[in-house]
């Protein structure tokens, strides 16, 4: 049996209400009556809609009219917004974006930790447009408009919106949708061409292209024209992650890098690997991180889910002897080379599977730590907790990209190993859309 069912245009009844909140994909929710999700609608507001699906629990909605507006509205900036699912709050201002997230954040902490922050830090706030180095956007011909799209899928639809340009990519990928999509539609495999994953460096912008058949002799020499024109640095990867090779071979290429220069350093990393979104942000975090932890020199720090050393040897660089750990191998082969380059010799990086609890006798869990810093995927890193209450680190500082799993892990670490909340904020890696990150920071029993 069908969990919904659409509602006809000529049963759709026009009603009027004030909107009560957001939800986490940035739709309006309506509470009078059966709960409706409308988007385009901000909490305050008294909007005009119709309700176009019911579900079992809810209904979804369709906004006619803005009858009294947020003070919080703006006029979204991106001619796209509200087909293209890439931004979600364009018409919402930032701070009132910044005020929202950390709205939801206490409210997991209080729902879900049963632990109230007694002290909210600074929210992190930095570039909310041309901020975005990493990003997956679809591609697709589309026989009926004779041409390829290039972009973000839709807001509400699995097809690839129609866009020009994206004012939240890094430059210089943000102008060069519609050139892409022009090279590809070039192409002899422009129909086995179905996606681009984008990774920003300091350096270079890098292209891995997705080909599902081998470009042909003539598709090559277009996609070198578009290199050589533009500057960008392509690859392509016919299978798994393990197949994207550079389009051109050149064992003298520079490697793609990002430079954390309040801290002397250069990383280097692969256009596959995971790096933060948000370049800016992700120096403010470092230099919060070690703020927050403020290891003496000499002292132990546990960095777990350290990928290619990101926080691991900007504390090292502090002064303070790292370990980190990680489950992908390739990421601490990078990370190690990292260290050499960097000259750091006060950073040890090891392979473990964190999805599950360790072996107490490991190497790495030897100790003995004064901190602990934990930056785990959005699952979290329950099954670590025990593990880490068993090293009695003075501090804890967990860096989240999920207020739930964050939530349930603070909970765990409070009422059932001791630990104390100290302070807690949120950051605003993720300008305009409704994704929430944050960290918290606990002192040991």
Known sequence: ?????????????????????????????????????????????????????????????????????????????????????????????????????QTELADNLERLARVECPRWLEPLAGPVWGYRRRARLGVKYVPKKGRVVVGFRERSAPYVADVHHCDVLAPPVGEWIEPLAELIGTLEIRQQLPQIEVAVADNVTALVLR????????????????????????????????SIEPLEPDAARAPLFYALPEFDLRLQFEPSDF?????AINRALVARAIELLAPAPGEAV?????????????LARSGARVVGVEGEASLIERARGNAARNGITTAEFHVADLSVAPDPQVPWLRGPYRHVLLDPPRVGAREVLGAVAALRPQRVLYISCHPGSLARDLGILVHEHGFTLEAAGVIDMFAHTGHVESLALLSGP
Do not use: W
């Open 211 to 242: 080909v599902l058949a081998p470009p042909s002799a003539a598709d090559r020499e277009r996609l070198r024209a578009f290199a050589a024109r533009t500057g960008a640095r392509l690859y392509l990867q016919p299978g798994g992650l393990k």
């Open 302 to 314: 546990l960095d777990l889910y350290c990928g290619l050393g990101n926080f691991t040897l900007p």
């Open 1 to 101: 049996m069908s969990r919904s069912r659409a509602i006809r245009p000529e049963q759709a009844v026009e009603e009027c209400a004030s909107v009560a909140g957001l939800t986490h994909e940035g739709e309006g929710i309506v509470r009078e009556g059966k709960t409706v999700f409308v988007p385009g609608a901000l909490p305050g507001e008294t909007v005009r809609f119709v309700r176009t699906r019911r579900h079992r629990q809810h209904d979804e909605g369709r906004l006619l009219e803005v009858l009294e507006p947020s003070a919080a509205r703006v006029t979204p900036r991106c001619a796209h917004f509200g087909v293209c699912g890439g931004c979600l709050l364009q018409h919402l201002s930032s701070e009132a974006q910044l005020a929202l997230k």
């Open 275 to 279: 790096v933060q979104i948000n370049a």
